[in-house]
C-alpha cells in the first residue's frame, strides 16, 4: 500500500496518566489500522516545544481512510478511555507525503523520531529534490525511515514536514555530527527556516 499522508496528533497528558494512556493508545492504534490506516506509531516527546506530550502517527493511502478512522474514534471506547485520563489534543496536522526513495530498515524497530519543521518559499517539487539529495548521508547514520512532505490541514498549512527515525539516540548523534559537513544538508538549510525540532520516543507501531 502506498502511503500518500500523515496524519500528527498531539496531546498533553497529565505525568501520573501518561502509563494508563500510553495502554490505551496500544488499542487505539490497534483500531485506527482497522478502520483505515496503513501504519499507526505512537510515543511521547522528549525533547522541542512541549517535552511530555503524547504524538500519535497514523499514515494513509488516501483521506479516505482518515475519515474512516475519525468515524471509528467516534464510538471507540478506547478513545474515550484516554480523554477520560485529561488528555487533551492541541494539534492535529495532515500533511502530503512526497515522493523520496529511501529504503527502510525495521529491524530492530525504530526507538526514536525526529520531527522538523520549518517555513520555505522553495516549492514542494524543488524541496523534494533537494531533500532526496541528502538521503545518504541518514542512511549512512544509521536512520531507519525518512519521510517528507507538506502540511495541508491544521496548525501549520504550508509548511514543511520532515519525521525520521533512529534505533538509539547513538544514532542520532551520528547523523547530526555529520550533517555540517555535507554539502546538500546544507542547501537545505538554507532555503528552509526550521521552527520545530522534536525527539519523539517511539512506544508501539503496528
Request: with cysteine.
Amino acid at each position: 500500500m502506498t502511503e500518500n499522508f500523515v496524519a500528527v496528533t498531539a496531546a498533553n497528558c497529565p505525568m501520573e496518566h501518561r502509563s494508563a494512556a500510553l495502554e490505551q493508545i496500544a488499542s487505539v492504534a490497534q483500531e485506527a489500522k482497522a478502520a483505515g490506516a496503513s501504519r499507526v506509531s505512537y510515543g511521547v516527546t522528549l525533547s522541542g516545544l512541549n517535552p511530555g506530550a503524547l504524538v500519535f502517527i497514523q499514515f494513509f493511502e488516501s483521506l479516505s481512510g482518515f475519515e474512516g478512522v475519525m468515524g471509528a474514534f467516534a464510538s471507540s471506547t478506547s478513545y474515550s478511555k484516554v480523554l477520560n485520563l485529561g488528555v487533551e489534543v492541541y494539534l492535529r496536522n495532515i500533511a502530503k507525503l512526497s515522493d523520496v526513495a529511501y529504503t527502510p530498515k525495521l529491524d530492530p524497530r525504530p526507538n526514536y523520531l525526529v520531527m522538523t519543521k520549518g517555513t520555505s518559499s522553495v516549492a514542494n517539487a524543488e524541496m523534494t529534490s533537494m531533500m532526496q539529495e541528502t538521503t545518504s548521508i541518514f542512511a549512512e547514520s544509521g536512520a531507519q525511515t525518512f519521510r517528507f512532505g507538506q502540511i495541508l490541514t491544521g496548525d501549520n498549512p504550508g509548511q514543511y514536514l520532515l519525521g525520521i527515525t533512529y534505533p538509539s539516540m547513538a544514532a542520532i548523534q551520528n547523523a547530526y555530527d555529520a550533517l555540517p559537513e555535507n554539502k546538500a544538508v546544507q542547501k537545505v538549510y538554507g532555503a528552509i527556516d526550521v521552527n520545530m525540532r522534536s525527539i519523539i520516543q517511539i512506544h508501539g507501531m503496528v
